[in-house]
């Protein structure tokens, strides 16, 4: 509640709001997670007490709310969603009134205003809440509209994981009226199951799934619906480095690709080298897609991505968006009449093991002898044949501990090794 009103406050503020004579508008959309409501209460009520109007939309994706966000003029979009990450957790997400992640400087505001009391408006001043019932058809028709009219999904039969997340009621409907036969799975919500065995994170479910129903392709998004994995005919799942692939080496094969590819620390090393050969400049992010975002900004690049699968394409939304992506995928197999392996066999991936190592919150990996020691010896043994990285998470208590190179049985050894040398000095 408290969250609302200061960006309430901070919004109502605003010189472009003041210059309007209006009252500022916030839209809040959230997953499907049971807390969500009592959040989505709570934030409604802060919002109000500083004066500002609230649409409300229901369960949608992340990607929805930026894209309602920016097609209703509103001053701001609200997302509840701890995306991939067990019911339990939870989180705030905001995008900017253009559909963008908020600027550090009207984040820095709200952050100095959570210090002010809350003093009410008066009643007349109060922000008005109402609902958008059509929030998820408005969504629906603007994925189709990043498919190319002259193509359709007709002939193919696509089992569609939605993780019991914000994507259940929406996905389907996207690609069965593009003309696909669709099945539906992990799409019955109930509040605790969201991410549960399914979904991105999870491809076992989609794997089987897909083997089961004599299906063409595999579509998994995660419980916001900003991440993709797809699976083939076979039951082989593919990446988003591989998705990000085709999508770029389909663009510049039409001359549409602007610039080049923006990765992320974890991108796999392959990846890097299967764009050198088609001539596709790729740079290397921070992981996270705030930091994907603002390097292909400030190279005016259109494309960008993480291997976890959440994939910007900025010539079609403002944010990473799983339907989108999977239809950029889709266009590439239709147009070329390719399916997914044919369209990634340049594409060797280097062998790549990740390690997750809980630790005590706040424990630094980067002063403890041990562990750099552990990860000098690796990066010395692998040499220009692989990479080590070391990270926090930035949504969990853990140290992401990531090898790839080549051989594999090398690349296990070292992953194991420092994982190990983590967890002695986090115990002590």
Request: proline share 4%.
């Amino acid at each position: 509640m408290h969250l609302g009103y200061a960006a309430g406050k901070v919004l109502a503020s605003a010189e472009w709001h003041l210059a309007q004579g209006e009252p500022p508008a916030v839209l809040i959309g959230k997953d499907t997670r049971i807390s969500g409501y009592m959040l989505e209460s709570a934030l409604q009520a802060g919002l109000s007490a500083a004066g500002v109007d609230i649409y409300l939309s229901g369960p949608i994706p992340t990607p929805a709310v930026a894209y309602l966000t920016r097609a209703l003029r509103l001053q701001a979009g609200i997302v509840i969603s701890a995306s991939h990450n067990p019911y339990e957790d939870n989180g705030i997400k905001f995008f900017s009134a253009s559909g963008n992640k908020l600027p550090d400087e009207v984040e820095h505001a709200i952050e100095v205003a959570l210090d002010d009391p809350i003093r009410t408006m008066p009643s007349a001043a109060l922000g008005r809440a109402r609902r958008i019932n059509d929030a998820a058809g408005r969504y629906i028709e603007f994925c189709k509209s990043t498919f190319p009219s002259e193509l359709d999904l007709r002939g193919l039969r696509i089992v569609v994981d939605t993780a019991q997340g914000a994507t259940y009621h929406i996905a389907a409907h996207v690609f069965h009226e593009l003309g696909a036969d669709v099945v539906a799975i992990a799409n019955q919500p109930d509040g605790l199951n969201i991410n549960q065995e399914c979904g991105a994170t999870y491809p076992k479910t989609l794997q089987e799934a897909v083997k089961q129903q004599q299906a063409d392709l595999g579509i998994a998004l995660d419980g916001d619906g900003d991440r993709l994995l797809m699976v083939d005919a076979t039951g082989k799942a593919y990446d988003g480095d591989q998705l990000l692939y085709i999508i770029a080496k389909h663009r510049k094969q039409l001359g549409r690709l602007k610039g080049g590819v923006v990765g992320t620390l974890m991108t796999n090393l392959g990846m890097e080298r299967a764009l050198e050969k088609i001539k596709v400049p790729f740079a290397r992010a921070p992981v996270g897609d705030r930091y994907v975002l603002e390097l292909m900004q400030n190279r005016g690049w259109q494309l960008g991505g993480e291997n976890s699968g959440h994939i910007i394409c900025l010539d079609k939304h403002t944010t990473g968006d799983g339907i989108v992506s999977a239809l950029q995928v889709l266009h590439a197999m239709r147009a070329l009449q390719a399916d997914l392996a044919h369209l990634t066999h340049e594409l060797a991936l280097y062998p790549q093991v990740l390690v997750n190592v809980k630790v005590a919150k706040g424990f630094d990996f980067k002063n403890q002898l041990p562990v750099q020691t552990a990860l000098s010896e690796a990066e010395a043994d692998l040499g220009d044949q692989g990479r080590v990285l070391l990270r926090a998470s930035g949504t969990e208590p853990v140290v992401r501990v990531m090898v790839e190179g080549s051989p594999q049985a090398k690349v296990r050894q070292w992953a194991d090794a420092i994982a190990q040398a983590v967890r002695d000095a986090a115990a002590e």
